[in-house]
T-cell receptor, first 112, second 112 residues
């Protein structure tokens, strides 16, 4: 069990470009969460999957954001037409059931 | 969701006991208190959860008075590696099954 992994760890992009992040949850964890964290703030919930079904989306998840978990294993988060306000740490977490969420190291996005 | 209030920052020295208090005046009857810890450049990790009185594990102790309107996370004999942000969360017990709401947390700085 290697924990939750995220790729890339850092991404620098120019405003207007599209970016995609990947999250590999802990094996057999059926729940997967995406959060966003800006400097000095706690993580903010974006969206949640149970297996391949996206069950909940925050109002923070604008139309430019889309998330998928096609086979109920890894997940991707895509941001289209990035804006400077999208600069943040994007965290992924997974959980097997009732227990706590296990967070990955995050992907730090910088939009220039 | 019950609102939580905790100090923005705290300073301590190695070997001291650190107590971080969280206020949650509007806690509901079925709410639990959960603490997460976040090291720099990492995702948060669960450290302890409780409902009432005292809970202790290998990392910390959690003290909850009878009225449950506040709670105190106690870290015994801190070391430099305990420098982190500590988040107090209030909600249902099953933190693995729902989106988590983080506040700004308490930034603990441990000095040598």
């Amino acid at each position: 069990d290697t924990g939750v992994s995220q790729d890339p760890r850092h991404k620098i992009t120019k405003r207007g470009q599209n970016v995609t992040f990947r999250c590999d949850p802990i094996s057999e964890h059926n729940r997967l969460y995406w959060y966003r964290q800006t400097l000095g703030q706690g993580p903010e919930f974006l969206t949640y999957f149970q297996n391949e079904a996206q069950l909940e989306k925050s109002r923070l998840l604008s139309d430019r954001f889309s998330a998928e978990r096609p086979k109920g294993s890894f997940s991707t988060l895509e941001i289209q037409r990035t804006e400077q306000g999208d600069s943040a740490m994007y965290l992924c977490a997974s959980s097997p059931d009732r227990t706590e969420q296990y967070f990955g190291p995050g992907t730090r996005l910088t939009v220039t | 969701l019950a609102k939580t209030t905790q100090p923005i920052s705290m300073d301590s020295y190695e070997g001291q006991e650190v107590n971080i208090t969280c206020s949650h005046n509007n806690i509901a009857t079925n709410d639990y208190i959960t603490w997460y810890q976040q090291f720099p450049s990492q995702g948060p990790r669960f450290i302890i959860q409780g409902y009432k009185t005292k809970v202790t594990n290998e990392v910390a102790s959690l003290f909850i008075p009878a009225d449950r309107k506040s709670s105190t996370l106690s870290l015994p004999r801190v070391s430099l590696s305990d420098t982190a942000v500590y988040y107090c969360l209030v909600g249902p017990e099953d933190t693995g099954r729902r989106a988590l709401t983080f506040g700004s947390g308490t930034r603990l700085q441990v000095q040598p």
